[in-house]
């Protein structure tokens, strides 16, 4: 499934610069991982050790013309013929919004599955089950993060028939983009554990931020004899079905 730069940029609201045709199926945010430099978008994302940006000059030589960035390179117009640039104020920002409109193609079950521990476990344990007789998309390894999650979810095409991803946050706030992006119709909600605990200021805060994968789902599966677990369940209002 593939999306015209042109669609690309109304999705993520980005400002275009260039006027090179081309259809984006793949996203890329580790230049590692190039596979298909004609159809991929390239996000140039920032992190503590990282510029994304500086890595657009050896992408471009590898072929890839399609960048969504938060600044123009220098003489970008000379320097890089024949490209596109999208510029957007975040370009992680992009890179979710333009997965959660991709999420908005498809009616199909959905399972998100998060927790403490167990996630990639229980996710490729429901692959297992599932994949005898549907065709699955399920998360790459253990993409759960906040750029993890929008790059297995962009893997949902017209074959699936089926969604399983996980979710994992380590601070108080990201659990909502999460959300969005995987609109998970079944949750399953693995345990309660102690892991970034550090950055919560209680384990029911946690909790409650991990339940807000699940506050539009129509399923929840959830250990109930953790008591809470079960609190913070009951004080969510959840409108769907509760499996304990």
């Known amino acids: 499934m593939t999306y015209s730069i042109e669609k690309v940029t109304t999705l993520i609201g980005a400002r275009r610069y260039g006027d090179q045709a081309a259809n984006i199926g793949f996203l890329l945010t580790d230049s590692r991982s ?17 510029n994304g940006h500086e890595f657009i000059p050896d992408l471009y030589r590898r072929g890839v013309r399609n960048f969504v960035v938060d600044a ?11 490209s596109n640039f999208l510029k957007v104020i975040s370009p992680l920002e992009a890179l979710q919004r333009l997965a959660e409109r991709h999420r908005d193609e498809f009616n199909i079950p959905v399972v998100g599955v998060t927790g ?3 996630k990639t476990i229980v996710k490729e344990w429901l692959y297992q089950l599932l994949s005898p007789s549907l065709s699955v998309t399920r998360s790459p390894r253990s993409y759960n993060s906040q750029i993890g999650v929008p790059l297995s979810v962009w893997l949902l095409g017209e074959q699936s028939q089926v969604g399983v991803f996980e979710a994992g946050i380590s601070q108080p706030g990201e659990m909502q983009a999460l959300r969005n992006i995987i609109q998970p119709t079944i949750g399953v909600f693995t345990c309660l554990g102690s892991a970034h605990q550090e950055n919560f200021e209680s384990m029911e805060q946690k909790c409650t931020e991990k339940l807000q994968l699940f506050r539009d789902a129509q399923t ?24 304990p």
Not at 72 to 82: N, R, S
Not at 225 to 243: A, H, N, T, W, Y
Request: hydrophobic share 35%; aromatic share 12%; charged share 25%.
């Open 34 to 50: 190039l596979c298909f430099p004609e159809e991929t978008l390239f996000f140039a994302l920032k992190s503590g050790r990282r």
């Open 72 to 82: 123009l390179p220098q003489d970008y117009a000379t320097t890089y013929p024949g």
């Open 220 to 243: 929840l599966i959830y250990p109930a004899d953790d008591p809470i677990v079960s609190k913070c369940v009951e004080q969510m209002d959840f409108r769907g079905k509760l499996i």
């Open 116 to 118: 403490s521990n167990g």
